[in-house]
């Protein structure tokens, strides 16, 4: 089967090179589509169940939230583990799915649930939600907002906060492969009826009665509709609060004189903000809001990026006078830093790898077809990563070795050469040498590569985070090689057709003396070795000894570093300092920070 191969490639050559001018084709549109990250993405396959109840203390959301939770989803199909916390007006439910496990059909299995799960907990108390469909490398791009100068006292934090959250935020979810835009720091904008308590005892009403007279008083409704003539008018109320004034004019109850009791009579009514657990700092100038975007998992990292940024121009310029939108953390930062790592790496390589070919085969035609096998099969390599979902990163490009690509192309081409040059090699039709040359190391050249294959076989029983990193560094490697096996038995045997023709007298070239030389220094070396075989033998078990202790003495990481030029600094303050206290901290530090070392761009 494989000699038909390469005789219909010998002998149809255009055929072969119109295929391979469409793998080209193919090849580099698929490049176009292939998801870029730094790395891959390690997160377990979970599903996030957020309670938000900022009455709640950390025992009451353990008990009434929390547990009900954690009962009702026991029992979902494929979940692996369950992990919580819960702390002051918080409870986060993490469900761990097994990887097999579509994340769509678990989030629904948890919406379910959830339901029952809702029964439990005692009514109006909280209502659970499920977090974004995103993972541990999904915050892609993060921004701040605050006053340009001169608009430092018109813009307060309440503002900054509604800017973000009705303005900046409503139009990134927008972009395409965006999962959610969480807000971070200001105030968020509230309006607040702040009771006398005296006056309220002084009327004679109680809490729920203010609470029911401004639900009641808070709605719209519709009454169908009218005929008129041959018009059809159609009836609604409008309740909803308009102003504050409308508030302060909601009334409570009649009295007994017949004279309205308004809200306004026993509260304050004015705008406010919520509780606040944190604030958002920049520099030393103060307090700003921002937020993080999160990338919908499974989407191309620097696609979504780059969506965000086209967005993020448009919103600029929407934004109101004197407010500036600054981005201080960009994935795109890190991506580019790993992926120009690994680009000047393969670039390198590819080139040494051209190098020492032409300098051993002594062929620069030979040299340069052994050479083109590298680009095709890594073209070949892209297309199969996005047919199985495998971004290019630092561990699945970062991989690639060209020396073992090209490996089978240069026992073909090396075969051809020699028999090239063999007496009478021109009587012989060129087509049928190279078919001849091509089959005879045909299994030479497929036992080599099934050995290389076999040793990334054991990288697929890896399992959890350890699999999630390793396997698309053997997926795209083997990709890559089974390209240039494809390519061993047709492009490369079509191209020697072409480009390379026997030799009638050939004369001795660099190559050939230098290999000359190395084979009589092999010859010489080769002879003393096999008079001393027990020397030779205690040598290398020696050596093999040191290297063991050598290997037990190595350190270890679980990935590359990836130095961003990024620090995470952590500010400590004693135990129950208040939030006022904190932001004074940080701060002071940041100061210090900026005025001892200039080359910090900013602190968030």
């Not at 900054?160 to 999962?179: E, M």
Request: with cysteine; net charge neutral.
């Amino acid at each position: 089967m494989l000699n038909r191969i390469i005789a219909f490639s010998v002998y149809n050559r255009w055929i072969i090179a119109v295929l391979a001018l469409g793998l080209i084709v193919l090849g580099v549109n698929e490049l176009k589509h292939l998801p870029i990250d730094a790395v891959p993405d390690i997160t377990d396959n979970q599903v996030q169940i957020i309670t938000i109840s900022p009455s709640l203390g950390a025992t009451d959301m353990e008990r009434f939230i929390t547990y009900p939770i954690e009962q009702n989803c026991m029992n979902i199909p494929g979940l692996k583990k369950m992990r919580s916390f819960s702390r002051l007006g918080l409870s986060i439910v993490t469900l761990v799915f097994e990887e097999h496990v579509n994340i769509y059909w678990a989030r629904q299995q948890v919406t379910e649930k959830l339901k029952s799960a809702e029964e439990m907990i005692p009514k109006g108390m909280a209502t659970p939600f499920l977090a974004p469909v995103t993972t541990g490398l999904g915050e892609i791009y993060q921004y701040i907002l605050k006053p340009q100068k001169g608009y430092e006292n018109v813009y307060s934090l309440s503002d900054l906060r509604t800017i973000q959250d009705w303005i900046v935020r409503k139009h990134l979810l927008s972009v395409k492969g965006v999962a959610d835009v969480s807000s971070f720091g200001g105030k968020l904008k509230q309006y607040e009826i702040q009771i006398n308590p005296s006056v309220l005892y002084a009327y004679q009403v109680t809490i729920q009665e203010i609470y029911q007279a401004l639900s009641l008083n808070n709605t719209n409704s519709g009454g169908s509709y009218i005929e008129k003539e041959h018009n059809a008018l159609f009836i609604r109320t409008e309740g909803l609060f308009q102003s504050l004034n409308d508030i302060q004019n909601t009334v409570i109850k009649i009295q007994k004189n017949a004279n309205p009791l308004f809200i306004k009579d026993v509260a304050q009514v004015k705008e406010g903000h919520a509780i606040r657990f944190g604030a958002m700092t920049y520099n030393d100038y103060g307090e700003v809001a921002g937020a993080v975007v999160m990338m919908l998992k499974g989407e191309n990292s620097s696609q979504v990026i780059q969506n965000v940024k086209e967005q993020i121009q448009e919103i600029q310029k929407i934004l109101p006078k004197g407010v500036e939108l600054i981005p201080y953390l960009d994935r795109t930062k890190m991506v580019n830093n790993a992926i120009s790592t690994v680009s000047n790496n393969l670039m390198e390589g590819a080139l040494i790898v051209v190098f020492v070919l032409v300098l051993f085969l002594g062929n620069i035609r030979a040299g340069l077809i052994v050479a083109s096998v590298i680009p095709l099969s890594m073209l070949f390599a892209v297309f199969l990563m996005n047919v199985f979902g495998v971004s290019g990163n630092l561990m699945s490009l970062g991989a690639l070795d060209f020396g073992l690509i090209v490996d089978g192309a240069v026992i073909i081409v090396e075969t051809v050469l020699h028999a090239f040059h063999q007496p009478n090699a021109s009587k012989i039709s060129r087509n049928e040498t190279v078919k001849n040359s091509a089959t005879q190391m045909l299994n030479s050249a497929v036992f080599g590569q099934m050995i290389i294959l076999m040793v990334y076989v054991p990288i697929f029983t890896l399992e959890g985070i350890e699999g999630k990193m390793f396997k698309p560094m053997a997926q795209t490697v083997i990709f890559a090689l089974l390209g240039a096996f494809l390519l061993s038995m047709t492009y490369v045997p079509m191209m020697c057709s072409l480009f390379l023709k026997p030799v009638e007298h050939p004369k001795p070239n660099f190559s050939d003396k230098m290999m000359d030389f190395f084979n009589k220094y092999h010859q010489k070396m080769l002879h003393i070795v096999l008079h001393y075989p027990k020397t030779i033998l205690g040598s290398i078990s020696t050596l093999f000894v040191i290297a063991i202790y050598q290997f037990t003495q190595l350190g270890g990481e679980f990935i590359p570093e990836l130095p961003e030029g990024d620090f995470a600094v952590e500010t400590r303050v004693l135990a129950g300092s208040n939030l006022t206290t904190t932001i004074e901290a940080v701060q002071k530090s940041s100061k210090i920070l900026l005025d001892r070392f200039p080359e910090i761009q900013r602190i968030v």
